[in-house]
């Protein structure tokens, strides 16, 4: 599914040149589960934006089905993060001013689905992440957990391929946070998803069947043989 | 004598009163008291020795000496003549509406103004000033053409000029000056500000032999420092818009600006999701639209409510008058309407006020130009916010979206 090769991304902070990435080669197959782990400023979340195509590599290459992300145009990459590509997000990003389904159904925008079919959908994808009660529902009127069920909602509505989580528990107790992982867990298992996430949380690192570590913008890889799910395919260290 | 060069049949009154958008029409009959007091004496005339010499008789007032006769020796000595002048204006005004005519430019000072069944009494009010040169008060007794009038009330002119001397009920003055039915001037008050243009071109093209001055054109006539006032005012106030509506339109577009801002990651979202930056573009444009119209709904109702305010409360503006022909006001509408003598015929139009000063009641008219036109700029600055936000937004990366949580 995503093959990254040499993959680079520099940023300029005043003066001082930050290498975020620094020729990261790493190979993630369809249905894999791969957690993210590493100190701030690591380079996670780069990584995450570059699997994304929400960001350019400064050099290198990420192909996501054989194409380079890395040389598509912003409308390509903007097709491809429509169709194929769910984001869950920390803080939920959730749009305050419309409803848990109105939410849900931006993701379907931009596929140009229709109204009607949109507002059927996104109930059934809430439905499915056990909010089927709270479809119009502010987001300020829902708890933390389940602002995150109806973002994981938006994410999954349109069916992707892939989805990448940014630290989805970071904001969440300890209690929810077990929810939440279970709930990802499940819907990874259940749709065959690629499933990629960044945490801190050493407790939901360890439930990856491959856990990458970033430090100092370069990335090893560990399987973990003794984790719930679909065996991984073999990466390599960057 | 009727002052003025021509009178018009009242029933001008009621076909002026039936044109579209005159609230109410009274007349008015303008008049002058003229008195000449003065002698001829006749020359006498002395056979002399062929000397001329004549010599003239010195008068009063107007008052001329003679000519010296001429002859072949003959003298004409003395004659001539002596006159003295005394004239006053008077006003004829309908006291059956006390709230238009030549009084209502007037404040009442002492006594009372006429009451509505006074049509035909001889009573009057004298302007402060005559009543001043003439030491009348309230209760005295004013002789004209030989009837007693008593004086009810004293009344000082609002705007530098009184439109009479003297006031008196309309039919005693046209009984007076045997000008029964016969007005000189007819007062009209639209009943929309705004509609004065078109009530004064009806009232022109429907009843012929008509002068129509509006208020207007009776500020127009006023020179010297008014005027300086005026320009300085429309100058001030105009620049004064020019310069709230820009602050209006940077304000909205630096307020939909800090929106971006602030919803940064709302729009990052929304491009992470796939939404095409011409999308959320169109997003920001339209929200900012909406604002510029839901602003210029309120911001209608707000300077509806504020011009309704400033016309109920009438706030004055005080000009110091030069020397200048008078005349006299109308109240937020149509002053007069001269019956062929122009400048709604007053009398005292001939009057002189040097260093007098003028008030001048602030009205805010409404129109549907003005507000179409508020409209129109409360959507072209939703767009140019709009336009300036959605710039912002469309260089918003999708990636600042995910920074924001790290």
Redesign the interface.
Known sequence: MYELIGVTKQYRRGQERVDALAGIDLKIAQGDRLVIQGP?GGGK?TL??ML?G??RPTAGSVFLDGTDLAGLS??RL??I???YIG?V???F?L?PTLTAQENVE??L???GVKAAERRRRAAEALESVGLGERLGHLPSELSGGQQQRVAIA?ALVKRPQVLLA??PT?NLDETTRDEIADLLEGLWRERGLTFVMVTHDSSLARRAPRLATLRKGRVTVTENPKAAGTPAPAGKEG | MVQGFQTLADSTVATVAKQSGVDRAVGGLSLVDLKIDGEFRRGEIQRGEGRTQGQGGQGQGFGQGGPGGGGSGDTVTGGGASFGVDSFTLYGTDVTVPDLGPLTTSTLTGGRTFRTTETDAAVVVVDSAYAQQKDLAVGDELTVKDVKFEVIGIATADSGQAAAQVYLPLKRAQTLSGSAGKVTTVYVRATDSTKIDAVKTAIQKNVSGTTVTTSADLSQTVSGSLDTAAGLASSVGRWLSYAVLLAAVLVAGLLTSAAVSRRV??F??????????G?VTRQVVGEALVNGVIGGVLGIAVGLAGAYAVTAVSPTLTAELGASTGGFTGRGGMGGMGGGAGFGGGPGAARTAAGRSVDIALTAPVSLTTVGLAVLLALVGGLVAGAFGAWRASRL???D??????
Do not use: C, M, Y
Request: proline share 4%; net charge positive.
């Open positions: 701030t979340s995450l934006q994304g929400l960001d912003e409308g903007t097709a993060r429509s169709r984001f997000f920390q803080s990003n749009i931006t993701a925008v931009p596929l938006r940014d630290e970071g | 990651r709302e990052g979202t929304l491009k992470a999701l796939g939404w095409k930056s999308r990366r999708p990636a979206a995910l920074r924001r949580v790290e």
